[in-house]
């Protein structure tokens, strides 16, 4: 790929995925970076996952100051690369949120990835403000297909603290009638699975009385996670909690820990002994911001969703994207005015003839 700016870039299929995973721990170790950009996550199920990986690094200096996983997938007009994910749904069920390049040098990145004489398409999910900005730095062709709050709860006093009074009341009175609310962390691999287990069938059982899927009826998605949790559990990565009510269960919940930030990733309460002030959901999530509160982490992050509950919890939201970006996306004003299925089959060669300006106008 070349020079960009005082950086060096270079693509390439992965080929050996142990030796990636060292490069990938060792600027993971130096730089900020949330758990979905860890490479616990990233790396999980990696074969399996990246049908067609390609791997993006900036060296400066001849030090390596930025990573990015794509998998290359072929399209009817133009390749797309899709960044920490594989682009297809039944490999993306474990959805990738808090999302970009891993270290400094995303503006580089994206302009990297969107050079040469081909166009290409790059899908890029759940990227924050800044990877959007970064975006945009590096190309006209930008379409944000949505955007979402990730609600999050600073830690280190009173989670009730700046709560309304509605949820304040509604949290002790809960607290209440469940009597004394504890909480248990999965120790081991076996506890863990067992916990995810039972998370499992209560979460199912409250989407399916819904006429919906819910999030394990795909195998694939059962079975990274069992592979995330003996990744992630020695590491200390992984918090799996089941918390209690005078003995009796309350529901579970599967969070990430990592670098100070507590991730809810997904929860299974049991709201078929829940009645009149007991509020399953809510009181799992207040223990549990107490329990990361005790263990010193510093942000309770409720990840993207505009769910009632975590607006009551939260104190602040960092705002995500899914976007589509590159000469092969065509500009969101011309895609709302086509039908879906001809926007996205719409060579990319015609979008680029299209007037420069068109992007502004249009979008």
């Not at 403000?129 to 975006?135: E, S």
């Not at 089959?345 to 979008?363: D, F, I, N, S, T």
């Amino acid at each position: 790929m070349g020079r960009i700016g005082d950086l060096i870039a270079t693509c390439a299929p992965v080929r050996d995925w142990d030796t990636l995973e060292v490069r990938w721990r060792a600027l993971e170790a130096r730089v900020p970076a949330s758990f979905f950009q860890s490479w616990t996550w990233v790396g999980c199920l990696g074969p399996e996952r990246f049908p067609d990986p390609w791997l993006l690094e900036l060296r400066r200096a001849g030090e390596t100051v930025g990573l990015a996983l794509w998998n290359r997938r072929a399209g009817p007009v133009v390749p797309s690369f899709a960044l920490q994910e594989a682009g297809m749904a039944a490999l993306d069920t474990p959805y990738v949120e808090h999302n970009g390049i891993l270290g400094a040098a995303a503006p580089a990145a994206f302009r990297a990835m969107l050079r040469g004489v081909r166009p290409r398409r790059l899908v890029l999910s759940g990227i924050d403000d800044a990877t959007l900005a970064a975006v945009r730095d590096a190309t006209r062709w930008v379409r944000v297909l949505r955007s979402q709050p990730a609600p999050f709860l600073e830690l280190g006093r009173d989670p009730l603290a700046g709560r309304s009074a509605n949820t304040r009341a509604q949290l002790r009175r809960s607290e209440r009638a469940y009597g004394t609310v504890a909480v248990s962390r999965a120790a081991t691999e076996a506890e863990a699975w067992a916990m995810l287990d039972e998370l499992a069938a209560l979460h199912q059982a409250r989407w399916e009385a819904r006429g919906q899927p819910g999030a394990f009826v795909r195998p694939f998605f059962r079975r990274f996670h069992r592979a995330l949790i003996a990744a992630g559990l020695p590491r200390g990565e992984i918090d799996l909690l089941r918390v209690t009510g005078d003995g009796a269960l309350v529901g579970l919940l599967y969070n990430f820990r990592y670098r100070g930030v507590a991730y809810a990733y997904q929860g299974g309460f049991a709201y078929e002994d829940a009645s009149g002030a007991r509020k399953p959901g809510l009181t799992c999530h207040l223990a549990a911001v107490r329990h990361a509160a005790a263990a010193g982490l510093v942000r309770y992050d409720f990840l993207a969703g505009d769910a009632q509950y975590k607006r009551s919890l939260s104190d602040g939201a960092t705002m995500l994207h899914w976007v589509e970006a590159g000469p092969g996306t065509l500009p969101a004003g011309l895609a709302r005015a086509l039908p879906a299925g001809l926007a996205r089959a719409l060579p990319a060669e015609l979008a680029r003839a299209l007037p420069a300006r068109l992007p502004r106008m249009l979008g």
